[in-house]
């Protein structure tokens, strides 16, 4: 199946770049690609061809972990962009894969960019970004342990999950340098279907818990979800010091049942050191989509950066806060709840050592520190700490009667490709968890919607 997919990956990108009698901007694009693929895939050249094959547009396969426990997961990718003007800035990202366990994930991703250069200059001011996306997902192995921190591993059972994800939000630059700071503003419609699961030698949800010890089980309202946030990206100490900030307030309004409806509060506090004055910041780039690498909004030929043998490392920090609010009588239902251990459902490591989704409830403590540098051209070692805990109750979130958690491993960061992450975690309470993984984003590219 695979070597079909490649060879009719191969098959498009020659035959779209074929049809252009008056060259577009998408025919240039397909040009564009097409001749990158005949210069370094038809001569072998295997850096030059992954780019091309992994990160090209407008077509490449898309890769990458959808969710954990859930497989590999691999498909086409779509990206393309329009310049109208010399204002506005648009892009388009569509994608779809499948994973080893019949999971899979399609998603459309539009993007508008109000970019406007000051004149006599080309210096570009820091501009608005206007999110709009329609994203499905279906997951077949989910785990669940019930809630709170006192759960035993023993507990295991599992479910399926099917999201609908439909909404915009903005990126709206409030304050440049030092402190680059941004208002985000968000509004989706959320729809969520759970479905036992019976396909694994554990049980499935329903044969152990109910609507009291899993709420939301027998009934998923559908939602009006917004949001308001601030972040703050200042480079301090002459490039010294880089922090990521968000400060983020949402409202979860179920249509039809109010006894779901709640609101969160998250604070996300992160600290890069560079290590070397090469290192890169890593940290997606706002005018890409999740399928795009471009290193600039204003590139015509929007290229990814290229793989790269210079050593980098940083050292790195961060405070993860989530606290949900609910009206009396009303619930958090658990399949919005954040969760700690292994990775969560956006992929993000959270006490690596246990098993994924292990700890589950309204509400969430993290700390992290790790260190990660290049030991040879694009791969890297990397060590963490961590130490953190889940509360059924807001006032419990304290640091006390923390859990504890190590992790070292490789890593792999080329160009625009994929982060790939294996580690060996140990420390918790629950022996060893082995960790591989690869970011379903290209490097650069902008997150997708998270699934809660």
Request: aromatic fraction near 12%; include cysteine.
């Amino acid at each position: 199946m695979r070597r079909h997919m490649l060879f009719l990956f191969v098959c498009l990108i020659v035959l779209a770049g074929r049809v252009h009698a008056q060259e577009s901007q998408l025919g240039a694009e397909f040009r564009r690609e097409r001749e990158s693929f005949q210069k370094n895939c038809a001569q072998f050249k295997f850096i030059g061809c992954g780019e091309v094959l992994f990160t090209g547009h407008p077509l490449h396969i898309a890769v990458g972990s959808i969710a954990p426990g859930n497989g590999f997961g691999a498909g086409p990718a779509f990206v393309t962009h329009y310049t109208p003007n010399e204002t506005w800035r648009l892009s388009f990202n569509a994608d779809a894969i499948v994973s080893t366990n019949g999971s899979w994930r399609a998603g459309v991703y539009g993007k508008a960019i109000y970019a406007k250069i000051e004149p006599g200059t080309t210096t570009v001011k820091p501009y608005p970004v206007l999110n709009f996306y329609a994203q499905a997902a279906s997951l077949n192995k989910i785990s669940y342990y019930g809630l709170g921190p006192d759960t035993a591993r023993a507990d295991q059972t599992f479910f399926g999950m099917r999201e609908t994800i439909v909404g915009a939000n903005v990126v709206y630059p409030l304050l440049g340098k030092p402190l680059n700071m941004s208002l985000h503003v968000e509004a989706n419609g959320r729809f969520v279907d759970i479905r036992g699961n019976h396909d694994q030698a554990g049980r499935s949800i329903e044969e152990v818990h109910n609507d009291a010890t899993a709420p939301g089980l027998s009934n998923q309202p559908a939602y009006a979800q917004f949001g308001e946030g601030v972040r703050i990206r200042p480079v301090l100490f002459a490039d010294n010091l880089r922090l990521n900030y968000f400060v983020n307030f949402q409202q979860f309004v179920a249509v039809g049942d109010s006894q779901f409806s709640f609101r969160r509060f998250t604070v996300d506090l992160a600290h890069q050191i560079p290590l070397s004055r090469k290192t890169r910041t890593l940290l997606p780039r706002d005018h890409n989509g999740p399928d795009d690498c471009s290193t600039s909004a204003t590139d015509s030929k929007h290229d990814c950066p290229s793989v790269t043998t210079d050593r980098e490392g940083s050292i790195g920090f961060r405070l993860f806060i989530a606290e949900s609010i609910t009206s009396s009588g009303h619930v958090v239902p658990f399949y919005f709840q954040p969760t700690l251990g292994g990775s969560d459902l956006n992929g993000k490591s959270s006490l690596a050592s246990y098993q994924d989704y292990r700890f589950r409830a309204p509400n969430a403590l993290l700390l992290q520190g790790n260190i990660e540098h290049s030991i040879y051209g694009p791969i890297g070692v990397f060590f963490m700490a961590e130490t953190g805990k889940v509360a059924l109750r807001r006032g419990d979130i304290e640091f006390k009667h923390l859990v504890h958690s190590y992790s070292a491993g490789l890593t792999l960061r080329a160009g625009g490709f994929p982060m790939v992450h294996l580690l060996y975690a140990w420390g918790g309470r629950e022996g060893t968890h082995t960790i591989a993984g690869m970011n379903t984003s290209l490097l650069g590219g902008s997150s997708r919607p998270a699934f809660y």
